[in-house]
């Protein structure tokens, strides 16, 4: 039987099955996709029966996880294991990576068939699945963080995977600088916290951290370091300008990396390390929360303008991404987790869903889209419960999440938070209505797309009827009675937690709130952008420079590129010259021409005649034997 | 003064002699003719030193063979014919160095206490029979080696003096 | 008897004389026969050290008579090597030839 002990097995067979297409994947028949899919899904066939085992350790009582591994490195005292822990928290990460990764995989089949590199596409996905089930699985933050740079350069693979096309390439280096900035944090946190506690195990850690070993400055020094990684890498502002941009990736990688991988890394390390955030000082997670409501609200007025249809959804993982880091920035570990765990059907959903769209129609603009329903009407409709469930309109599975996320605000902060992330619904639900709007209703815009437009293949088309039928019901989690029926101890707020297993609640007021205001954004879209979409053009005309700002993103790329030109190259120029005036040619060409210049005077010293050789190798001679002579008299 | 001391003293007065003409004649021949006396007197040194057999190998290696070698090449080399100075600019350093050796050899030699190393007053001679059986007995690889060395440097003097024929 | 030093003397004078020799001779063949006094010197400092430091064994006359042999080799080759130079170069004088140096 296999069980929790077995975690290891998880990242390997992924990171096999990249060994096995990288080495022979042209010789295989179908190029090995099969080998692929096979391994994610066996991976998600072995969590399943990791989580049955670990169900089962739950019935018998208290549980802490499973924690199994082998000596990695050993330089006298200095230790790391190659650990993995299994929990609950790294079970529902698993259930997401694996289960939206199997069905991303099968999606890819269709979705990049006939692509000259379409091995290598499934080769680079694996190496990125397994990178992220052992970032989840890592019981130590070096581990962690040798995932988390792993999935890093998947990552920039992927972007880059057409890297013929220039914005392609420009796109992949984008994010895997900007996420590098963060780790840069990320890697110095781990250190500070080793460097004390005397070892990554993340556990140790915490006892570390709960005996006091950490004095509270250094402490909230440390997290608000770790926090630094999770903002590169879960897009958090101010480094959130690589997300939009890594669109210029295949669907699929889109899809996996805002559904199942990579962005809500920093939302599960965050959560991982919670207990270290919740004993630093309050600004620490003050932090955390500013930062996401800022991001919040960027992205989700950015949404509105946007006119391609997968920025527009990447505006939205944004948005979902800064909801987690509020709820986490609340303490709120299960509102957090609960929301990672339906956006990660959802957002796989709208990603997967506007693939079809692309694929069919050769047009990502929904200025060149529209009335798409009559021609891909499955397409239509799952992209339609993507869209409410990421607009959180009941009883989609984002309601509830968000839902959670509005209660868990609400009891830890301040007012003016929780209007803010309620006022953020709104505008999720106006922009998710717009987009949808604009795609699959009123008179197509581009006619000769139009004619050619046809439904996605079944290979394409069933994983997301899969992902929307989950997205429907995935939210009903949040029920004791439904998880009870699937052998859970209860909702999710009893299997996912921080400190004490909760009730998830849902205060009147708040639900009343919520679903008033994504009807009402509902209402908002259909009203300015139904038909001629008059009223809505008339407001951008009204407000243009609010219009001219949200197009350019608030102007954040061009701040970045104007640092860059002024400081970065500037402070540049300057090393560039000490480098090549101090270092270049007075240390390296200077030593190299004194010896030179040395070399060349001296040489004259040689006659080239015999008899002053012999005459200087007699004297050596002579002065070595009365040397000699003198010691020993 | 013993006999022996008289003996030696003559007979190392020939050899310096025979030294210092060599290092000092003006012409190649007669340092040539004064190495021959000098390697003679060398020779007489041995005899005195109870050593007969090298004294025999000395006469005939160097006083026959190796004069003559040196003789022929002056003949092939016609250094003869070029009159010129034989001693090169370097003669006054030459000299101060080699009385500078000359008298740091003999401080060496002064100053060292024999007797404390075990110098007996006797020479013991030598039979040629026990060294010809320590040469083939005990001596024999590094003997094998020489000869190898000796057959090697002669194939590779005649090769390097003939090269030029079968090149012209 | 005659003591030790008077050999050894002996030598060194030798020795000091082919050091001479060496250096200020400008022909290769006056080198070469300078060269043999020295191991000339060297030899009688084998012997000498034989018959007085450890008679019983016969090291030094050994070492002497490789030398010796040695020497031979050396002056067959030494004299080819001069033939070569004078063939070349039209002259057996070392300080003529410069061409050892940049």
Redesign the interface.
């Known amino acids: 039987m296999v069980g929790m002990e077995h975690a290891w097995l998880l990242p390997t067979l992924p990171f096999g099955a990249f060994v096995v297409l990288l080495l022979l994947g042209p010789y295989l028949p179908r190029r090995g996709d099969w080998l692929a899919i096979g391994a994610v899904a066996a991976s998600f066939v072995l969590f399943a029966f990791m989580l049955a085992d670990l169900l089962g350790a739950l019935d018998e009582g208290h549980f802490e996880g499973v924690s199994s591994g082998i000596d990695w490195l050993r330089f006298g005292t200095f230790h790391v294991t190659l650990g993995f822990l299994f929990d609950q928290l790294a079970a529902v990460m698993l259930a997401v990576v694996t289960f939206v990764g199997t069905l991303i995989f099968i999606y890819s089949t269709g979705y990049m068939k006939g692509d000259p590199r379409y091995g290598w596409f499934f080769a680079a996905m694996s190496l990125f699945v397994a990178s992220m089930v052992t970032l989840v699985l890592a019981d130590n933050l070096l581990l962690l963080y040798a995932a988390w740079e792993g999935v890093g350069f998947c990552s920039y693979l992927l972007i880059g995977f057409w890297h013929e096309r220039r914005s392609a390439a420009e796109a992949a280096k984008k994010a895997f600088i900007t996420t590098r900035i963060g780790d840069v944090g990320f890697l110095i946190g781990i250190v500070l916290l080793w460097r004390e506690a005397g070892t990554f195990n993340i556990r140790e850690i915490f006892e570390f951290a709960e005996a006091g070993g950490y004095s509270r400055e250094y402490l909230t020094l440390a997290v608000l370091l770790l926090f630094a990684g999770a903002v590169g890498k879960s897009a958090q502002f101010p480094l959130h300008v690589w997300l939009p941009d890594a669109m210029e990736g295949p669907t699929p990688v889109s899809a996996l990396i805002h559904a199942a991988t990579m962005v809500v890394a920093g939302v599960y390390m965050v959560a991982r390390t919670m207990p270290l955030f919740d004993l630093a000082d309050p600004i620490a997670l003050n932090v955390v929360t500013s930062l996401a409501l800022v991001t919040i609200l960027m992205s989700a007025t950015m949404g509105l303008v946007a006119t391609d249809i997968k920025r527009v959804v990447a505006y939205s993982t944004l948005n979902s991404l800064g909801l987690m880091m509020v709820a986490l920035g609340s303490r709120d570990v299960t509102a957090a987790m609960f929301y990672l765990f339906v956006h990660g059907f959802f957002k796989a959903l709208l990603f997967m869903a506007a693939g079809n769209v692309i694929h069919g129609t050769d047009r990502q603009e929904v200025t060149q889209l529209g009335g798409l329903a009559a021609k891909m009407p499955q397409t239509a409709a799952a992209f339609g419960v993507g869209a409410l469930s990421m607009a959180a309109l009941i009883p989609f599975s984002g309601f509830w999440a968000k839902d959670a996320i509005l209660h868990g605000v609400s009891t830890h902060q301040n007012a003016l938070v929780t209007a803010l992330v309620a006022f953020s619904a709104f505008l999720s639900a106006v922009y998710m209505g717009r987009l949808y709007i604009l795609t699959f209703t009123g008179r197509p815009r581009d006619h000769h797309a139009y004619e050619h437009a046809h439904e996605a293949p079944p290979n394409m088309l069933l994983p997301v009827l899969v992902l929307a039928a989950i997205s429907v019901v995935a939210g009903f989690w949040t029920f004791d009675a439904v998880g009870e029926a699937l052998g859970f101890p209860g909702s999710i707020g009893k299997f996912v937690f921080f400190e004490e297993p909760e009730e998830l609640k849902f205060p009147s007021a708040i639900a009343v709130a919520s679903i008033v205001s994504v009807v009402v954004g509902l209402a908002v879209a259909g009203w300015a952008w139904w038909g001629e979409a008059r009223p809505a053009r008339v407001l951008g005309e009204r407000f243009r420079p609010i219009y001219q700002l949200l197009w350019h993103k608030y102007y954040v790329d061009e701040a970045y590129q104007w640092v860059i030109d002024r400081i970065v190259l500037a402070l540049g120029r300057v090393i560039a010259w000490f480098d090549r005036v101090v270092v270049n040619d007075t240390g390296v060409d200077g030593t190299a021409g004194l010896a030179f210049f040395t070399g060349f005077e001296l ?1 004259f010293l ?10 200087a190798i ?2 050596g001679a ?1 002065i070595a ?2 040397v000699l ?1 003198a010691v020993r ?1 | 003064m013993t006999l022996e001391e008289g003996i030696f003293y003559v007979v190392a007065a020939v050899t310096v002699l025979g030294g210092l003409g060599v290092v000092l004649a003006r012409s190649v021949v007669y340092a040539a003719l004064f190495l021959i006396v000098a390697l003679l007197g060398v020779a007489g040194v041995f005899l005195l030193l109870a050593a007969e057999f090298l004294a025999i190998v000395q006469v005939l290696i160097y006083g026959a063979a190796v004069t003559i070698l040196i003789l022929f090449v002056l003949m092939l080399t016609r250094a003869r014919d070029v009159p010129q100075a034989v001693d090169g600019p370097q003669k006054p350093f030459a000299f101060v160095l080699g009385s500078a050796l000359l008298g740091l050899l003999v401080t060496a030699i002064v100053t060292t206490d024999w007797a404390a190393l075990g110098a007996t007053e006797q020479i013991t001679l030598v039979p040629a029979r026990e060294l010809g059986r320590s040469l083939f007995r005990n001596w024999s690889v590094p003997f094998e080696v020489a000869s190898l060395v000796l057959i090697v440097a002669l194939v590779g003097a005649v090769i390097l003096a003939r090269m030029e024929e079968e090149e012209e | 008897m005659i003591p030790i030093q008077h050999f050894l003397v002996l030598g060194a004078i030798l020795f000091a004389l082919g050091v001479y020799g060496v250096l200020a001779r400008r022909s290769a063949v006056l080198i070469l026969m300078s060269v043999e006094l020295m191991l000339q010197a060297v030899s009688i400092n084998f012997i000498a050290f034989a018959a007085y430091l450890a008679p019983q064994e016969f090291r030094g006359l050994i070492f002497a008579i490789f030398v010796i042999t040695i020497a031979a080799a050396e002056v067959g080759l030494a004299l080819a090597i001069i033939l070569r130079l004078f063939r070349n170069r039209a002259t057996a004088n070392v300080d003529e030839v410069d061409t050892l140096r940049w």
Do not use: D
């Open positions: 040489k040689q006659t080239g005649r015999l008899p002053n050789y012999a005459l007699a004297a002579l034997a009365a002579l008299v």
